[in-house]
């Protein structure tokens, strides 16, 4: 089922656009299905659940931290996450520039703008997001890049709610694209991807569409 989902849901999605398949809480077994099926983007929201993955499963997996990151985390993480898409300060950024710099490496990460109207979503608002792109301190952190944004839409089921938040986001991302070099803008789950594409995403980020439900144990 699992390879079957995986390969309906890839032939519909424009070329130019990267699945990442949602894995959290669902077993190596599962991840395996899906790998040998070909994928290789898979995301986690939690920083250990990923580290014990990453650990068991084969390294050519491509690793995508889509959930809020603690700071005391990132150090699990900093040796092999591909691509973290929830940073929303500048405090994380520097976090994590710090634990990359011990690691050798450069981490990819994006930026995360809050777009939705509940509270219970993170991100930066327009103002804060170029505060951060503007600040003296980010502009000496040289083990992260910033790639592209990030933005989750309300959970409901009004479709011109969603639509008119995933416009907002790509619209901000067209005015910062150029200036700082973006090249992803990662918005669109299980529930509303097809609306997210239908404004410009180039990442989305499918669980229960693939997977099945979630697993709560």
Known sequence: MISENLKNITTSLPENVTLVAVSKTKSVEEILEAYNAGHRDFGENKVQEMTGKWEELPKDIIWHMIGHVQRNKVKYMAPFVHLIHGVDSLKLLKEINKQAKKNNRTI?????????????????????????????????????????????????????????EFKFLKTLYDQLKNKYGLKELSMGMSSDYTIALQNGS????????????????
Do not use: H, W
């Open 202 to 217: 180039t990442m989305v980020r499918i669980g229960s569409a693939i997977f099945g439900e979630r697993n709560y144990n």
């Open 108 to 164: 990819n990460c994006l930026l995360q703008v809050y777009i939705a109207k509940e509270n219970s979503k993170f991100g930066l608002d327009p103002e804060e997001l170029t505060q951060l792109l503007e600040a003296d301190t980010f502009k000496t952190l040289e083990n992260v890049r910033i790639i592209g944004l990030m933005g989750m839409a309300t959970f409901t089921d009004n479709k011109e709610q969603i639509n008119n």
